[in-house]
């Protein structure tokens, strides 16, 4: 008869904020935005810099092009829904 060690069971605990609710974290956060904003140490963008970060984000998610044939076909479907549904 072979003989089983028995380990104990091990369960993924929640540790650091993992372990708060999402309303806990969100206040939180809300308090660290606040004080940096009062500090003057947070960060604003500037027209340019969000200009950048849309292209830069527009560039990246154009390279997929599985992903955009999907969004177009999309709104290709609902563009035909909408004519179809017109009267006359």
Do not use: D, W, Y
């Amino acid at each position: 008869m072979e003989r089983q060690l028995e380990l104990p069971r091990m369960t993924a605990r929640k540790r650091g904020f993992a372990s708060f609710t999402a309303e806990k974290r969100r206040e939180i956060a809300q308090k660290g935005g606040k004080t940096a904003q009062a500090r003057g140490v947070a960060h604003k963008f500037t027209v340019e810099e969000a200009r950048q970060a849309g292209r830069k984000g527009g560039q990246t998610i154009s390279r997929n092009r599985l992903h955009m044939s999907a969004i177009g076909r999309k709104g290709g479907l609902q563009s035909m829904k909408r004519r179809q549904a017109r009267p006359g």
